[in-house]
């Protein structure tokens, strides 16, 4: 593997952090602790280190919803904005994260430079907003993590915004969502289930960096790349789990192995990507014992069921998208696109010419947070839909 493409992996799955601490009982509850109150609410709180400029952050244990329906605890970071509160209280802004592992010690709240891998936490914070920073399930807490599973992602994104409204000056019930990536998918979910899971909120915004749209397409599309067999041997690791679909019914029993200590591994610093190529690189020989695992049951029921449909269209999005995306394809982020716009959403797609996976959020994070603003501003939202 030639040296560009190990960078490129770096970018592609986003690990820039490195583990600043290790769990320990903050992530810990009881079930007693989490059904005592509903989704959103804090279980505890402790103060963090040193925030974009002059905020204050807050690691966060909250309760949330699993893909079964049960009560579970959600880890987290809250930011709040220095200064004095709005009228109303401070906007609320919720981060959804890429990758970053499918094991609790990946969590992005246990890494050194967590406000660094927020995509825009700088500008959004000078701009007087609180962000909400989701682990998402079984990050930090107990897994297994639903890894690019839709709908828990969403009931995370949603119930990080409930957490940060308990604290002084954060009780505005509208907020916007942003994310990349594994985040983008979240963000997309957010859209189609905030009304229902969370009517007391109102969403302003959905803005999806390079999100993973069409799974099928994205597990199977990149199965000769060193990234798009990572992004595989996760998914599958982390289904056998949360949906007990049987791994060997599509991994060769002989690379198993390969693909559980690829689960233990974080996504987190250059170091890291590196270390997973090494430890990969047999799946290059040998990995799946069929063509398109997107073709056999129950992969293909589930790569539907976590597959973003359509948002409402009182809710606006904007859409980045790099050219020199590998992993998401440029073609398949306009597709999304043309889909929202023939149902009649307002989307503002934003096309950033030589960019590749990894610095999407980065590269669209200033448009972004000023799209983000001008929500909150009440002003109308712009559309490249056409027609």
Known sequence: ???????????????????????G?????????????????????????????????????????SPEGKPIAVSGVIIIPPGVAPAGGWPIVAWA?????????????????????????????????????????????????????GVSEARAVIDSVRAARTFPGMNNHRYAVWGHSQGGQAVLFTGMISKEYAPELELLGVAAAAPATDLATLMTDDLNTTGGRNLTAMTVWSWSRVYNAAADSVVAPDVMPVVDRLAEECIESPFDILARARTAAPLAQQFLTVKNPAEIEPWHSLLVRNTPGLLPRSVPVFLAQGTS???????????????????????????????????????????????ISDRFADKPAPSDCGG
Request: glycine share 10%.
């Open 325 to 371: 995306d590998g992993l998401v394809r440029p073609a398949v982020t306009m597709d999304y696109m043309k889909r929202l716009c023939r149902a009649g959403s307002r989307v503002r797609m934003l096309t950033l010419p030589g960019v590749s996976h990894g610095f999407a959020g980065a590269k669209s994070a200033d448009a972004a947070v000023a799209w």
């Open 97 to 149: 994260h890429p990758t970053t592992g499918i094991v609790p010690r990946c969590a992005p709240s246990l890494a050194t430079f967590i406000f660094q891998q927020i995509a825009g936490s700088r500008p959004l914070t000078e701009r007087g907003f609180a962000i909400a920073a989701t682990d998402y399930p079984g990050l930090g807490t107990p897994g297994p993590h639903p890894y690019l599973v």
């Open 1 to 23: 593997m030639t040296i560009i493409r190990v960078i490129s992996f770096v970018a592609v799955l986003l690990g820039a952090v490195t583990q600043a601490m290790a769990q």
């Open 25 to 65: 009982a903050f992530y810990e509850a009881s079930e007693a602790e989490i059904a005592n109150a509903p989704p959103g609410s804090v279980i505890r709180d402790e103060p963090m280190g040193a925030s974009p400029p002059g905020g204050i952050a807050h690691r966060v244990l909250y309760r949330s919803t």
